[in-house]
């Protein structure tokens, strides 16, 4: 058997016919598409049209600022290739009438949304289904008459209903995000930073302190390496000994009362050696990676239904945290079901991150800050931040010791690789570092930022990288898809403390159920629909059920089936468990459904979408975010 393959029962197998096959692989789908998508017709044989009429991958860096380390918030620009769902003004109805007629009329003379009742609901379609997810859990639909739902929760007369027990404050099950007053103070620089400045000035000293001690130490070293070199040349009677000198040596270390140059001393059990107790526990959990795009709050959801201990929020940038956007402080919110959850942040200065840090800490719910060293995207890394503060350990230091330093009741994770280039790993340096500093746990993804998701992640240097470590714990992450993968990464590093989970839990988010029952689950199709159409009642409540609200829960449910498609049922498979890269043979399933969730065709996401969350808007169109080279 070839490495890299996914070996497939010979009943489940697809074959050729007439050169053509039965259906289409998966692959051969995706692929087309994507060339259809980069330009390239059959009548070019084979032949791409020229880079600048080429639609760019969505995760490709381009010549535009990137809105998250931009210095300008006039530099935004859409993002390109993206299913944003555009509404036209009948979408937009004004808010005196979301609860249907009756209510207070607008008291806005200028206002821009509709007024007319009827019109609105003329333009809105027909209701998606006969019951409201948000109404039957909550007692109340903010999103009113504008709900694809709403017949479930309007009278007669069209008036929003709200359940007798229904209490807004009881209901509230979502956390976090940013409120008007704290978007206002921060947009005027009304907010009080003082703390963060004041913990980066220390860390500054005490840096500085550190390399002036190592500076000493150097210069000592070499001075009595050359005192050696003189007492062996001296006994062969080449020159004299300086006798001052040697006097001086022979003195040993500088008296107490004598002004020595560097920081002082303390020999009492601190940084690396301290015990240290935090606020959260890192050890033998399962976590489940911050994912940008698919890690939002109803995908986190469902993967604490399925085991998952400790979760994180999606990748946020530190400028527009402090410039109060709201999309970006969205990444921020956590659900009540998230018990142990984090907000990652990234950046590239070091006075940014802290006072993002700070904000975090003195206004949301958060249990630990995560720092990002380890994001391999272009734009990103060319600015400073992400995978590129591993070579800046000037900056780091100072994130890291100013961060830590915020609160003993918050700790602050660090998050890395194994290094930038894949023959030039640092990791195993920066691990005692960042300890030494202050983290309270790292997370080691074993692959390079130049390997990005390629070839398989290297445990053994996990485990090298983890052995350096006194008291902070060490998560390792990567190449992890099924129970057998679990235990033979725990057996390749026993100094390793926990396990994270990324692109494993996108293709298969039961993975933790799996490795805490210590055996494989195959759930059937229709299992798998369900847990879909919970992912897409999670969706409506926390997007909204409106029309904006259902194609945005469309727009993540097509983003994560592009990671669904590949899970391959242990039934299906010659030789179990799947291996994260293994690309399968052609295949179909047990059944119409399971062939259908299969699909590498961005077209059989749709139909799926289409299944839950009714008919896509006309000329809606699909391009998965995130085109790894790795399957």
Known sequence: MEPGICYIKPEYLLTEVSGNSEAAPAESSESNKRKRADGETEDSGGKRDSKKDRKRGQNKASKRHHPSLSLSINSFSPKQNRPVFKEDRYSHLCHSLIDGPGGAPCALANCRYVHDLDAFLAAKGEDLGSECYVYATKGYCGRGVTCRFSKAHTDDRGVNIKKENCDAKTTQTTFNGITPDLQVRLRKHEYNLDRSKLLIAVAEKIRDARKERELQEKKLEVQEKNLELQKKINQQGDITIDHEAEAKAAEGPAKEDEKTIGSAVDDSPVGRDADRKTAVDFREKLVLSPLTTVGNLPFRRICKELGADITCGEMACAVPLLKGLGQEWALTKRHESEDIFGVQLCGN???????????????????????????????????????????????????????????????????????????????????????????????????????????????????????????????????????????????????????????????????????????????????????????????????????????????????????LYRYIPEELQLSPPQKINARPQKYRGRDEMETLMSSGNAADWVKLSEMLLGRVPEGFSFVPKHKANAF
């Not at 734009?379 to 961060?403: K, P």
């Not at 033979?488 to 590093?493: F, G, M, P, Q, V």
């Not at 994270?500 to 039961?510: C, E, F, N, T, V």
């Open 349 to 563: 200065n070091p006075n940014v991150i802290t006072q993002a840090a700070q904000v975090l800490q003195e206004t949301a719910k958060v249990d630990y800050i995560d720092l990002n060293i380890g994001c391999p995207i272009d734009l990103i890394y060319q600015q400073g931040g992400g995978s590129a503060l591993m070579r800046r350990t000037n900056i780091l230091e100072l994130v890291v010791r100013s961060c830590a330093s915020l609160s003993e009741q918050l700790p602050f994770t660090v998050k890395m690789r194994t290094g930038i280039y894949a023959d030039k790993s640092v990791a195993h340096e920066l691990v005692p570092l960042v300890e030494e500093w202050g983290a309270s746990a790292v997370t080691l993804h074993g692959r390079s930022r130049e390997q990005r998701y390629t070839k398989h992640a290297n445990w053994e240097y996990i485990e090298q990288c983890a052995a350096t470590a006194k008291q902070m714990p060490v998560i390792g992450n990567g190449d992890i898809l099924s129970f057998e993968d679990y235990m033979e990464r725990r057996a390749l590093a026993p100094h390793v403390s926990s396990v994270m989970i990324g692109r494993g839990a996108l293709i298969k988010p039961w993975i933790f159920q799996e490795i805490k029952e210590k055996k494989a689950w195959s759930p059937t199709s229709t299992q798998r629909f369900e847990m879909l159409r919970r992912y897409c009642n999670y969706g409506l409540e926390h997007w909204g059920s409106d029309t904006k609200g259902v194609e945005s829960t469309r727009r993540f449910l097509l983003e994560w089936q592009s990671f």
